[in-house]
Every structure is written in C-alpha cells, then in structure tokens.
C-alpha cells in the first residue's frame, strides 16, 4: 500500500517562496499509474486540488493556481514536491499529497506577518 508523508514550512511570512515535500513509500513515483497530487484545505473551506506531477514526469496545474504554483519530483529519493511563490494569507491551509485513495496525513502553513 502506497504510503505518504509530507513536510512543510508551518510559519511562513507573505511574499515567501515555501516548499513542501512528499515522501513516497510502498510505491514507484515512476512505475505506479497514479497522478501524485497536491491538494490543500484553507480553513472553513472544502478541498482544493492544486496540481499533478504523472509518472512520466509529466504536470498539470490548476488553472487558478497555475502562475503561483510549480511541481517536481526526484525520482532517487522517490519524493515529489510542491513550491508556492509570492504567498500571501490566503494560502494558509493544511496541504496534502494524494495518490489515488491514498493520502498523507497534511502539513499546516500559516502565512502570516
């Protein structure tokens, strides 16, 4: 069973540039056919899926999100990541990963002053 875990900043101020990382265990971010998602929850709100990275490496972004968003991966370390630019508070959420019916357990980010 696909297993993960995420890491995230917690406090960031406005403006920042935050990354977050997901750790992939039990399967292949290369050989699985899941879309490796990130998809966050701002408080008071429903879900909102952010982007994808494929297992060819290939990515889809949000439209909203798009200019503001970039994901990636290493493959070595069977990790994918997530990085905002420019943030302000309307970023704080707690950030998940997602593989399918499998997800992490989220990371909180507050942006704040």
């Known amino acids: 069973q696909v297993q993960l875990q995420e890491s995230g900043p917690g406090l960031v101020k406005p403006s920042q540039t935050p990354s977050f990382t997901c750790t992939v265990s039990?399967?292949?971010?290369?050989?699985?056919?899941?879309?490796w998602s990130w998809i966050r929850q701002p408080p008071g709100k429903g879900q909102e899926w952010m982007g994808s990275i494929a297992y060819d490496g290939s990515t889809y972004y949000s439209p909203s999100l798009k200019s503001h968003t970039s994901i990636s991966r290493n493959t070595s370390k069977n990790q994918f990541s997530l990085q905002l630019t420019s943030v302000t508070p309307e970023d704080t959420a707690v950030y998940y990963c997602?593989?399918?019916?499998?997800w992490g357990q989220g990371t909180q980010v507050t942006v704040s002053s």
């Open positions: 997602n593989a399918g019916p499998n």
């Open positions: 039990g399967g292949s971010l290369t050989t699985s056919y899941y879309y």
